[in-house]
């Protein structure tokens, strides 16, 4: 039986992030276990995992690629874990945005994520089990 590419990448991701290399980032901001999930601690989550700051993620103006790589996964994990928002209020969240800037953001993850763009697949990784553990109300430590 052959392993696809992703679960090998995903496997990779998940050797690469018990081997410490996301240490010091999961470390800088411990959000209680009893938080709810919303936009802004998703986006906290996103800034903690990709070192770019709330703020830069919601501002209006476009900025650099890292940090419209780090909006664009903010709103995808806002798509995923927060169903009874829809595209108009993550783009609301996220500086006024159009919903058809929504839309088109989460499909490019899920682009990204369906032909194994490294970075993208370790940072899904990284966020998604903050966010799966928060959701679960588990410790993450």
């Not at 993550?90 to 159009?98: A, E, K, T």
Request: glycine share 4%.
């Amino acid at each position: 039986m052959e392993i696809t590419p992703i679960v090998t990448e995903l496997l990779s991701a998940f050797k690469w992030a018990l081997q410490g290399h996301f240490k010091e980032k999961i470390d800088l901001v411990i959000i209680p276990v009893e938080a709810e999930l919303s936009e802004e601690l998703i986006t906290q989550v996103v800034s903690d995992a990709t070192g770019i700051s709330v703020e830069q993620m919601i501002d209006r103006r476009r900025g650099k690629i890292d940090v419209s790589e780090a909006r664009m996964l903010a709103m995808y994990f806002c798509y995923e874990f927060l169903p009874n928002a829809g595209y108009s209020s993550i783009g609301r969240h996220f500086g006024g945005r159009d919903h058809s800037t929504v839309s088109s953001n989460v499909q490019a993850i899920k682009d990204r994520l369906l032909f194994n763009d490294r970075r993208t697949v370790r940072l899904y990784f990284l966020i998604n089990t903050k966010l799966e553990a928060i959701k679960e109300k588990k410790p993450t430590k």
